[in-house]
């Protein structure tokens, strides 16, 4: 068996991009949406793929893994903080129930896609929103 852990970034991935409504809470004409890191000076708001975590979830029926994964969402409106932390939370919702609908692991089946938690963090510049916002999705192989 593979580790999901990439087909999972896959899937949030394509379905973050795909994501009508999140292109209008950014309000953008494409999702800002980077893996692990953003490039230096890049505009807000935006998006990072983040950490995630594999945990075996094996029975003697099957090798399933859960498989714990955050979305990172940043905002800055300006120098007004709570235009940041406004945006950052609109966006962090949409995040969840995009990712809270069916996604298309590749190579897994998916048996189950929790909505864990949402963070919400000021920057110590205190000028920067930081939300976010983690899921944890059971998977069997297929």
């Known amino acids: 068996m593979s580790d999901p852990a990439l087909a999972v970034q896959n899937a949030v ?3 973050l991009r ?3 409504a999140l292109k209008a809470a950014m309000g953008l004409t494409n999702v800002r949406l980077y ?5 230096d000076g890049a ?3 935006y998006l990072v793929i983040g950490e995630d975590q594999v ?9 399933g893994s859960d498989v714990i994964t955050t979305v990172h969402v940043w905002s800055r409106v300006e120098d007004d903080v709570s235009a940041s932390r406004a945006q ?3 966006i962090a919702g949409v995040v969840r129930t995009v990712i809270g609908r069916t996604l298309n692991v590749v190579g897994f089946d998916l048996v189950e896609c929790r909505f ?3 963070r919400h963090l000021t ?5 920067t929103a930081h939300s976010i916002v983690t899921h944890r999705l059971q998977l069997e192989p297929n």
């Open 13 to 15: 991935e394509a379905a």
């Open 18 to 20: 795909a994501s009508n």
């Open 35 to 39: 893996t692990l890191a953003p490039p």
């Open 43 to 45: 505009p807000f708001p």
């Open 55 to 63: 945990i075996g979830d094996e029975t003697e029926c099957s090798a």
């Open 88 to 90: 950052a939370k609109q």
């Open 116 to 118: 864990e938690d949402a």
């Open 123 to 127: 920057d110590p510049d205190r000028r």
